[in-house]
């Protein structure tokens, strides 16, 4: 059996115990069908948050580029059915919201037996090739149910025994890396090229983000997403205000906040400290596009370990990301301007995110209140200084 990369105890006696009644479904292999070389039809699912998809980018670039001729169907939840619809090497958008993922818990998403039984409907479209690209015991049901003449994903969240090609995620390398070679492995190799991965963001949605932008006038505009969306992820909003402070006062530089309504209280306490004129506020009625457009257009993106930071990254606006719990082998930017700070602890990173340690929950985790102002703050200099000589 493969190794089940789940940390709650319980949860992964559970997914083992279905793993072994599962076994059996593993002899299907044995006597599938050949699969076609070229698949015609693809169905892809990623209906985690956008941070998920958005690290998902290079292997869709690269299914293209091993699959040039085939329709791709991606399946998302519709928090990112925006930003899937600028994904450019995807021809159809379909959203699934399955109620594990919904933040905040949204009574009329699909539970698993719901998230199955959809599944089922996809099946007259005669997929010849079904990808999930996360590790989950539900959603490898649901590929398997959609009737591909073959199915893959990754085995160590459960269900691998349901999949012709079942990968192992490794926890060592980037989440980007295993749906690359989660690709690679099924069609036996890379792409002649290195595909490039950028989001295709829509003229006018441009258009928009620069006029917003505009009143802010010349100068740096550095982008800051206050909000880390959990607590156990969440820098100090004082922190994040002093750094918004210091760019105004030590480098004329604009401050852009981003976030969404849920975010109101921590943006005001950023903003209350700054000049009216040297802030714009994108939290409020401002689509995902149209602010992905506007952080594409900025000289520097500050901002914890969050989806729009792995955004920022794929618009090509270098980051100053914080991180904290969170394995930056796993999730950090790697664009060549990219900067992450963070502090070596015994404990960090323990990458339990969902179910964090009880030492950790209640006030800030030691692995944020360690990281002070001065290594951000010099991150940042270093990325606007060697701007200013390009």
């Excluded at 989001?199 to 009143?215: C, F, N, S, V, Y």
């Excluded at 009216?276 to 594409?296: C, F, H, Q, Y």
């Excluded at 985790?365 to 200013?388: F, M, Y």
Aim: aromatic fraction near 4%; charge should be positive; charged fraction near 20%.
């Amino acid at each position: 059996m493969s190794r089940l990369n789940i940390y709650d105890r319980r949860e992964r006696a559970l997914v083992a115990a279905a793993d072994v009644l599962l076994a059996p479904a593993a002899l299907r292999r044995a006597v599938r069908r050949t699969p076609r070389a070229a698949p015609r039809r693809i169905l892809c699912l990623r209906l985690e948050r956008i941070g998920d998809l958005l690290m998902t980018l290079p292997a869709l670039a690269e299914l293209r580029a091993l699959a040039p001729g085939a329709a791709i169907d991606l399946v998302v939840g519709d928090w990112n059915a925006e930003i899937a619809g600028a994904i450019p090497t995807v021809d159809r958008v379909e959203t699934l919201n399955a109620a594990w993922l919904a933040r905040p818990a949204d009574p009329a998403a699909s539970s698993a037996p719901a998230v199955a039984a959809h599944a089922l409907r996809w099946r007259p479209r005669r997929y010849d090739l079904a990808i999930n690209f996360e590790p989950d015991l539900r959603t490898n049901l649901a590929v398997a149910l959609a009737g591909a003449r073959r199915t893959a994903g990754f085995s160590s969240g459960g269900g691998g025994p349901l999949l012709d090609v079942a990968a192992e995620f490794d926890t060592r390398v980037h989440t980007a890396d295993n749906a690359v070679s989660l690709v690679r492995t099924i069609f036996g190799g890379p792409a002649d090229a290195p595909p490039t991965s950028r989001l295709q963001i829509p003229d006018a949605e441009r258009t928009r983000a620069a006029a917003l932008l505009a009143p802010l006038g010349a100068g740096p505009k550095v982008g800051i997403h206050v909000s880390g969306g959990r607590a156990v992820k969440q820098w100090p909003e004082e922190r994040f205000r002093a750094v918004a402070e210091w760019l105004i006062r030590e480098r004329s530089a604009s401050v852009v906040l981003t976030g969404t309504p849920a975010d109101r209280a921590q943006i005001d306490a950023v903003r209350a400290a700054l000049p009216p004129g040297r802030v714009s506020d994108l939290s409020n009625g401002v689509g995902l596009l149209t602010v992905a457009a506007a952080i594409e257009q900025l000289d520097l993106f500050v901002t914890g370990d969050t989806g729009p930071m792995h955004l920022a990254h794929a618009v090509g606006t270098p980051v100053v990301a914080i991180f904290g719990p969170s394995d930056p082998r796993r999730y950090a930017p790697r664009g060549t301007r990219d900067a992450v700070i963070r502090v070596d602890l015994p404990c960090s990173p323990c990458n339990r995110i969902r179910l964090p340690p009880a030492r950790c929950t209640g006030h800030v985790p030691d692995c944020l209140t360690g990281i002070d102002t001065a290594p951000v703050l010099a991150a940042i200099d270093d990325i606007l200084k060697a701007q200013a000589r390009c």
